[in-house]
């Protein structure tokens, strides 16, 4: 080749940059090296997308001297933009080719495949925005006398000339849309097109507003986040109560009442839907757009949540051998599902893993991706069920352990939800016995109140619960077989027909005027559903083989409140170095987002699945053994280096006799 | 090959024979054969549908000696048929295998791919039942508590087993059922499958019910006829008023509603849809089958009218320049159409030629097949507008004519549809110009009425209107230009005010008591009309560049019932052998029926739409004069040779002077 015909570019902020030949286009000579530039149109210069800015002068330091005149004249669809914003700074890198030398300066706003970042716990993470839904903009050949085809025929052929794409298909609301959308848009309309094959609408002109939910369906909790699919951002975010709570605070509750009622199928699944639609609109709303403009929608949620929102009966989930309707990700319209979305849109149900482990965890791992690692992880997220992922690359496994609803404030005396007036932590005076606490919605520990605060203490709420039990066995008042202590000298320990209960805040200081307390049996029900949630984490090191885990990732609610290394000295979870467990939030609805603006990230989930192995902990006898060892405070055999500082003795020795 | 390992089977009545190596299975030897049998559960002896009998004895004639006793033992599946029919006589011969010489009897019932006729009026046509959804039976791995896929991947994989089907998708319908039939069926099911791709639904055990709707739309009436899609026959018919006549009697005046009112297309949409849906019913009803069970639709109609079913709007299609929103096949849900199909239904819309020549025009061709034949063919659809298609194997075009409502008896003084009280035959006497009519509900002609019959003439319709200005011509009553004879001497033409009054039916004769008559403006009107479709196929002639038509098909009503040789007196069609003159019924409801039997015809109205020229005659000056020549009677400058023996005289010398 010829180096007199060889120009140089530079591309700014980058700094990318290279020598191509005279009479490159631009966006060519961007592509080649490394910088993707927006484009609706496909190059054909109509949607403005692509506009950059050549600098003027000499630039010594990169060697180049660059002119606005190095490029190719403004070209009729350049000069027709310059009219249009009264600006002819920008060029067009679809229509401007490359004459000279130039130093080109890309706006962020020009650059394709834009990325966002997803903010975790531990880290944080690049999300490219490169959507299963975008809008193309396209011209066509008006219709003439002597043209046959129908005007689908005609966008047809346009959009495989100037877009490369062929076997489309038009869904019914587009082609009711079609003959209006090409006459208002003179010719020229931008098609919302899915997959590079559905085209789900066609507007008049360029019209870009294109926006998607990611929706979290939780057993208690909807939330739904309205994403733009061009920019990736997350414009407006609404939560509303699941109102399935009504019928049926968990699962099992829920699939009884499918089972009961021969209208229990339809109005479970009517009244989520009616509540997806609610958030929609007030999603909408906030973040002033039209429904109408909503053209994806990705779900996450529980097995159950997954098969009511889909209007499939979850009966089976309810009975051996917990048989799902279908495990892989479901692809449907949301006009079938009666959403108030754009008509056309889509609706992605993302893979379960199994019975009781759902598409909630196949988000979770998206987000936090421990299949992509050498390191050993451990994710858990806790609810009435918890589902525990163990592994890294090269293997993965997961189960449901069956915890009941104890950590959620469930089968505890004076148990409750995490709410204001409810107990969340919990400290024992290692000598004395005596305790104190904070309650959500106060800011001081118990201790420092002077006079008693605006909210007074209600009840016990899970991560309270744990800190109490953690800590009372610390503080000896709790014996590691779980029972209190007939040695301890706490003034708070009271006896009643031979059984230990303690008393965590006294009638005077509590809202109700009755003392809120921790009973035998509480201590009891939060050994089974810790020994559970263990039993299930050391089955499946077992069945992997490994002793240890390098990092422990608790999702939800759940692990966004508790104290960590309480959690550990109950023997919630296995030892791990304490730096190395993590709260992650809301993993499985950033796992939402993510499959809702990264159409790849949705194969992904296939890949996820085939690599997870599922282990049922319900038919397998190692399970009972496991959970039977891990009843004891922290646990009957297994040792806790991590915690040998904060431990009272080997626990070996810490066992009482008799 | 060792002959010793060769067996002698022969399949009755088919006759048809061979050598089959020892182990080969019956139904395999069959196929082999040319004899392809029947299975739903693809040969896993489930099914039953390819029972066979084997002949017992020495059959000389075939030289071949017999016996049940020449398969293999009864396979378990087969003994389990004997118990459940209480009768050992049939073998399965997908379970059979050759061990010796075999004389099989193949009933009907076992065949595959049924042949039904279609009679039309100059051929019978043998249709290949090969529809697009078809029932597979299926047995599926129980789910068990190690299994951890969900039913539906249970089900894929026997799908692929059993059926080497792979990459199919289920509806959500069907998803919604999968559970509940997989265990009400004890693990077989039957799958309803559409396009070998989509699963429309899953029923418990052997269910092997299909059915489909062809439907007719004509801007008059709406026929439907359901067809059990197994065995091909039509096993209900059912008609209607199109309920849109309310909103306009034809195309034009529905186009002006859905522009003048806002509601104008959901109203005309939804009651066509409405009256769909009660034809479904009751075609359902008289069958006894469930319209749950209907799983396919196949539709034709005027482009207004498939557009008007979709809920497209058909405004374009009323404007130059007459752009379709879609000229392909349409392929939708039943679902989003409202259709009260089985919830996952399919639709198929045949595709369109152009403008005013729509999927009626298509369907008819399919049936009729003139683009598979080397005669030119000249195919007429009389309506308000007049579909025209000429042509061959080697081309052929098409184009729609602006005939207006005349020959449906509109415009016309006495004019009226064809219904009892019209008259519907003319004969005037050469030497008197005496008129004799028929009228539709009365045998005898009007000469021979002794008493006044029940039903006396209330108007005139399409073919009487045609006979009787074909006659009136050939009595001289009327001049090759259309005007009354001045000369005529027949006591029934009067004149008003220097205009020709022709009395057809005398006050005492008709059911209002006033004289049905035929007018100057009649006549003229009738011109026009005539002028138009004439001219159309002239045009179309003139464009093949051929001078004459070896066959003339006439489809739809109008072609049923009028006289053709009286209507190429009238100069309606160009001259052609009255022997290959037909009317060809309702070749578009009987083209919709072979769509929605056999899928590959579907495939062939693409090949038709890519093989038919379609020519836009309103812009077309060629047109224009052609319909000037063609007002006269029969024309001013073709001549007819096939009616040389009954026209009165050369053309021109019959003209009369001044």
């Not at 003027?56 to 990169?62: A, R, T, V, Y």
Request: hydrophobic residues 40%; aromatic residues 4%; charged residues 20%.
């Amino acid at each position: 080749m010829n180096d007199e015909h060889q120009h140089h570019v530079i591309l700014m902020p980058s700094g990318l940059r290279g020598h191509v030949p005279a009479g490159t286009p631009l966006m060519e000579a961007a592509r080649g090296l490394g910088v993707e530039l927006e484009t609706i149109c496909n190059g054909q210069g109509t949607c403005h997308k692509c506009r950059v800015h050549i600098e003027s002068g000499d630039f010594p330091k990169h060697g180049i001297t660059s002119s606005p005149a190095h490029l190719s004249p403004p070209s009729e669809r350049e000069q027709q933009m310059f009219r249009q914003m009264d600006d002819d700074s920008y060029r067009l890198a679809c229509q401007a080719t490359v004459e000279g030398d130039v130093l080109v300066f890309v706006p962020e706003n020009s650059l394709a495949r834009k990325q966002i970042i997803r903010k975790s716990a531990n880290t944080r993470r690049r999300i490219t925005v490169q959507p299963s839904v975008r809008p193309l903009l396209t011209t066509v050949e008006p219709a003439t006398l002597d043209s046959h085809p129908g005007d689908w025929e005609r966008l047809e052929a346009a959009l495989a000339e100037q877009h490369h794409l062929t076997g489309l298909r038009l869904e019914l609301p587009a082609l009711r849309q079609l003959q209006a959308a090409l006459r208002a848009g003179k010719w020229q309309v931008t098609v919302i097109l899915r997959d590079n094959r559905d085209i789900l609408a066609v507007r008049p002109g360029l019209a870009e507003a294109v926006y998607g939910l990611a929706v979290d369906i939780g057993t208690t909790t909807v939330v739904a986040h309205l994403c733009d699919l061009c920019s990736g951002e997350v414009v407006a975010t609404e939560a509303a109560m699941n109102p399935q709570v009504t019928y049926g605070e968990d699962v099992m509750s829920r699939i009884s009442y499918v089972m009961m009622r021969e209208d229990g199928l339809d109005t479970l699944h009517g009244t989520i839907i009616n509540t997806l639609n609610t958030l929609a609109e007030n999603a909408a709303q906030s973040a002033g757009i039209q429904t109408d403009e909503i053209y994806d929608m990705v779900v996450v949620g529980n097995t159950t949540m997954s098969h009511l929102f889909l209007g499939v009966s979850p009966l089976e989930i309810g009975r051996a051998p917990f048989a799902l309707a279908e495990r892989d990700a479901v692809d449907v319209c949301a006009r079938d599902l009666k959403l108030a979305l754009n008509p056309a849109a889509a609706v992605h149900v993302l893979p379960a893993l199994g019975g009781y482990v759902g598409a909630d965890t196949v988000a979770a791992l998206l987000a936090e991706t421990p299949y992509d690692k050498e390191v050993v992880s451990l994710v858990v997220d806790v609810g009435t069920n918890a589902e525990i992922v163990l592994g890294n690359r090269h293997w993965m496994l997961a189960a449901s352990s069956p915890t009941g609803p104890a950590f959620e404030g469930a089968q505890i005396t004076h148990g409750m939800r995490a709410a204001p007036g409810a107990i969340e932590q919990v400290r024992v005076d290692r000598q004395t016995g005596e305790p104190r606490f904070r309650v959500i919605g106060v800011e001081s520990w118990s201790d420092a109140w002077e006079t008693p605060p605006e909210v007074l203490p209600v009840g016990i709420c899970g991560s309270g619960i744990i800190d109490a039990i953690a800590e009372l066995y610390l503080a000896g008042v709790l014996l590691p077989d779980g029972h209190f202590n007939p040695d301890s000298t706490s003034s708070q320990l009271q006896w009643r027909n031979g059984r230990g209960v303690y008393v965590l805040a006294e009638a005077e200081q509590t809202a109700t005027g009755q003392p809120i307390v921790i009973t035998q049996k509480d201590v009891r029900n939060i050994q089974l559903a810790k020994g559970a949630l263990y039993a299930g984490a050391k089955l499946l090191m077992l069945r992997a083989g490994v002793d240890h885990v390098d990092r422990i990732m608790l999702a939800g609610a759940f692990g966004s409140h508790i104290d960590t290394e309480r959690a550990m000295i109950l023997g919630l979870i296995p030892d791990c170095d304490l730096k190395r467990v993590y709260a992650v939030g809301n993993a499985a609805g950033d796992g939402a987002r993510i499959a809702l603006l990264n159409e790849e990230k949705r194969q992904e989930t296939k890949r996820i699945v085939a690599h997870v192995r599922h282990i049922e902990l319900s038919a397998d006898m190692a399970f009972q053994e496991a959970f039977v060892d891990a009843l004891a405070l922290p646990h009957a055999t297994d040792t806790f280096p991590h915690l040998a500082h904060i431990l009272p003795a080997p626990l070996e020795e810490a066992k009482p006799e008799g």
